[in-house]
């Protein structure tokens, strides 16, 4: 503590943050610290021993404590908050995290265990239309953040980015505004800045370049929240919840397009699926499934009989061959639908200011929208989605949840359309998590959503892209995306796998875009339907080789549902970043937009440009070398590399010491077992322990793990001069009954001379690399297999 005393006194930044701004007095109560200024008062009260929060509330106005981003049951207690009033400055602090609020001149600083992180500059001012809040922030650091953008950089400095979600149709590699405006800035100096308020304004990510970070809002909370640490989306995703495990057919390969017009055409589809022995999980229906045409029919939210005869026998046979049959809505009800009059009678629509409902023009057609901030419009919608469920529905998409079109004019009870524009979706998610848990409670939801907010994620959203052009731009942009969104706590951001916006034919595109998906949370190819999205429609050589990667998808089924546990657990995403050291600055890093880390043991590189023969890789400097999934070739740590590249793969690289469990070939994720299963370690000399683990549970219980229902296999290696040794543990929850398994252990690069299994020697004629190693696992026992090379 004195240490970081002194430090606080011979602080960088010593210039006040407002010449205006006086203090006055302060008070410390119940966990937190009240500081009284001539023009208003602050709230300061830690929030963990990585966060704390900082309202600012003008004179004239009163706290509002009502957050949309907050999770409550997910901050840990306090075990460590300090205060302490001195002459000159006020320190409050926890266990990581530590604010300075300087007396006279006023100022605010706050710090990551010794260092200084960040500053308020002018603080809470009113300008230029706006209510902003200025920081300082040092000249080297790189910032990322505010939502799903499309740029060439990761780095996101520089950018005043609009803080409205809004739909980019056809975008490439340049769209600085899309569905998810989130109001989070993350620094490479370790800590995240989160400003908590919906309402829409900017972030200014110093495009004055004067080094200072601005908030800009139209009105609403001065509230926001600094987080710090070395694991910031662990903290963050603290902060605002962590995502449910999705159900595990959710893992699968989707038949969709834009769209199924007909019964037969879905019948028609998932033959076509079975007959060419393509694994395939759910189908979703766009907006045919209640209309004819696309314009004139949005919110009837009914089945059109003409098309759609017997919609209960459809979905009794999807669900008969373990297809999750999942409905598009909007929360847009036409004028002309069949449910105007209704919702109209049941005043479930935003209004205008006299209290009628609000419509105005769009692209399909005349219309109003639901208002899910008030009981009348939350009831409505959900007891749509329960007549859809109790029908056999197992999966909702919400679209156009931006809202698409939704002018300033109209009023919902959670405020004007500027004030909730940028919680919409978020709002709608919640609605559909929370009928979820009353009327489904055994059923885990799937929720497709097009725009959200700050914390979304717990309420189960899986985000897209949004309307991807189908084009290699399209595809460059895609990686960036969705690692920053998983930065932001929307680990399930994904694409519409080959591209959605336009009719461009390139089925080597298509391919690309395919073997990119496999190593992506959400593999669901959807597109227009000029060209065929679907894997089962291909001509013969594209569809063969497509469903090569709809196959190794299911066989990376336990990895991949493993990596959700451990988002769910964590908040640690799918998709990670890759981060390299930064050319003009060593102490900073930057992310590559062209690689990343499927979860800690895959490092991926798409391609995505046309022809190519081959690449570069960057290897991490790390402590482990890295070998090709498909050929099995090391390289070495902290390594540039050009590699051949192959028409059949993209380049993926698995980290030596890693542990990789597989399965074999399943048509259908009801398939899914693992009585037995493949387990691959990858030896590498360099490595003397690691570890891994391999999650089970149902697939369908929500909180399974909370529940004791479930199953957690760990594996860890340890290497000693030329004997290695592999361990298998298990830890079974009460409500679970494990079962024994067959484990085939395949060792890559490693040439053994003598192997034993529970101390029995193994008798080979020949070892082959890899060497496949039988493992009968018997419930309640741990194998040992030693290997001496």
């Not at 057609?365 to 989605?385: A, R």
């Not at 004791?708 to 296999?713: F, G, I, P, R, S």
Request: with cysteine; glycine share 6%.
């Amino acid at each position: 503590m004195k240490k970081l005393l002194l430090l606080l006194l011979i602080t960088t930044f010593s210039l006040a943050q407002n010449a205006n701004r006086k203090y006055v007095s302060n008070t410390w109560k119940k966990n937190t610290l009240q500081i009284k200024t001539n023009d208003g008062f602050y709230l300061i009260k830690p929030l963990s021993d990585n966060i704390i929060e900082t309202s600012f509330v003008p004179n004239g106005e009163s706290f509002n404590p009502n957050s949309h981003t907050v999770n409550p049951s997910e901050i840990k207690k306090i075990h460590k908050s300090k205060y302490a009033d001195f002459s000159d400055y006020i320190v409050l602090s926890s266990e990581n995290i530590s604010v300075r609020i300087t007396k006279n001149p006023f100022k605010i600083t706050y710090y990551y265990t010794d260092s200084e992180v960040l500053s308020e500059k002018n603080g809470y001012v009113k300008k230029d239309g706006f209510e902003t809040i200025e920081f300082n922030i040092s000249s080297t650091e790189n910032l990322y953040g505010g939502g799903a953008r499309a740029f060439e950089k990761m780095n996101r400095r520089g950018n005043r980015l609009q803080l409205y979600n809004r739909a980019r149709y056809g975008y490439e590699t340049d769209a600085d505004l899309m569905n998810f405006c989130i109001p989070l800035v993350i620094s490479s100096n370790n800590y995240a800045l989160h400003f908590d308020n919906p309402a829409i304004g900017y972030l200014d990510l110093d495009s004055k370049k004067n080094n200072t970070l601005t908030y800009e809002t139209i009105s609403g909370r001065k509230t926001y929240q600094v987080i710090v640490g070395d694991e910031l989306v662990k903290n963050y995703t603290e902060l605002t919840g962590r995502q449910p495990m999705p159900p595990r057919w959710a893992f699968g390969n989707f038949s969709s397009r834009f769209g199924y017009h007909s019964q037969e055409e879905v019948e028609k589809t998932i033959r076509k699926f079975k007959e060419s022995n393509i694994p395939v999980d759910a189908l979703i229906l766009d907006l045919y499934w209640f209309g004819k045409t696309i314009k004139g029919t949005m919110g009837n939210l009914d089945w059109d009989k003409d098309n759609f005869p017997d919609p209960a026998k459809m979905i009794s046979d999807l669900k008969a061959k373990n297809i999750n049959p999942i409905l598009i809505t909007e929360p847009f009800i036409l004028t002309s639908s069949s449910k105007w009059e209704e919702t109209v009678s049941k005043k479930a629509l935003a209004t205008n200011a006299d209290g009628s409902p609000a419509t105005w023009d769009f692209y399909f057609g005349n219309t109003g929208i639901v208002d899910l901030f008030k009981p009348e419009g939350k009831d409505w919608f959900w007891n749509v989605y329960k007549r859809l469920l109790n029908q056999g529905i197992t999966g909702l998409w919400g679209d156009l949840g931006e809202p698409e079109v939704f002018p300033s004019s109209a009023r919902t009870a959670g405020g004007s359309a500027d004030q909730v524009h940028n919680i919409y979706g978020h709002q709608w998610a919640k609605l559909i998590a929370e009928g979820y848990k009353k009327d489904f409670p055994n059923q885990r939801p799937f929720i497709l959503m097009r725009a959200g907010y700050s914390g979304s994620q717990r309420y189960g959203m899986i985000p897209w892209s949004g309307d991807v052009s189908r084009s290699w731009g399209g595809l460059q942009s895609q990686v960036g995306i969705a690692v920053q969104m998983g930065m932001q706590g929307m680990a399930y951001m994904h694409s519409d796998l080959g591209g959605f916006a336009g009719d461009y034919f390139d089925n080597e595109l298509y391919l690309r875009w395919l073997q990119y998906g496999v190593f992506t949370p959400i593999f669901r190819p959807h597109a227009q339907e000029e060209v065929a999205s679907e894997v089962a429609y291909k001509d013969i050589v594209t569809k063969e080789k497509a469903k090569k990667q709809v196959e190794l998808r299911y066989q990376l089924l336990p990895y991949n549902y493993t990596l959700a546990f451990n988002n769910n657990q964590t908040g640690e995403a799918l998709m990670q970043p890759f981060y390299v050291k930064s050319e003009s600055n060593p102490l900073q890093n930057d992310i590559k937009s062209d690689q990343y880390y499927w979860g800690n043991n895959f490092l991926i590189k798409p391609i995505t440009h046309p022809n190519v023969t081959e690449t570069t890789i960057q290897f991490p400097d790390d402590t482990t070398n890295w070998f090709d999934f498909n050929t099995d070739k090391e390289y070495q740590k902290n390594s540039i590399e050009t590699i051949e590249v192959h028409q059949d793969y993209i380049p993926v690289f698995v980290r030596g010491g890693s542990f990789i469990p597989m399965i074999k070939t399943i048509q259908n994720s009801s398939e899914y077992s693992l009585d037995t299963f493949d387990l691959h370690y990858y030896f590498d000399k360099t490595v003397s322990f690691s570890d891994g683990k391999l999650y089970q549970d149902d697939g369908t219980t929500p909180n399974a793990y909370e529940k004791e229902n479930y199953e957690l296999l760990t594996f860890n290696s340890h290497l000693q001069g030329k004997e290695l040794k592999i361990n298998f543990y298990n830890q079974v929850g009460k409500k679970y009954y494990s079962i024994n398994k067959v484990v085939n252990l395949i060792i890559h690069n490693i040439e053994p001379k003598k192997i034993w299994v529970n101390g029995k020697e193994q008798i080979y004629k020949t070892f082959q690399n890899p060497i496949v190693i039988p493992v009968t696992w018997e419930k309640g026992t741990y194998p040992e297999i030693k290997i001496e090379y």
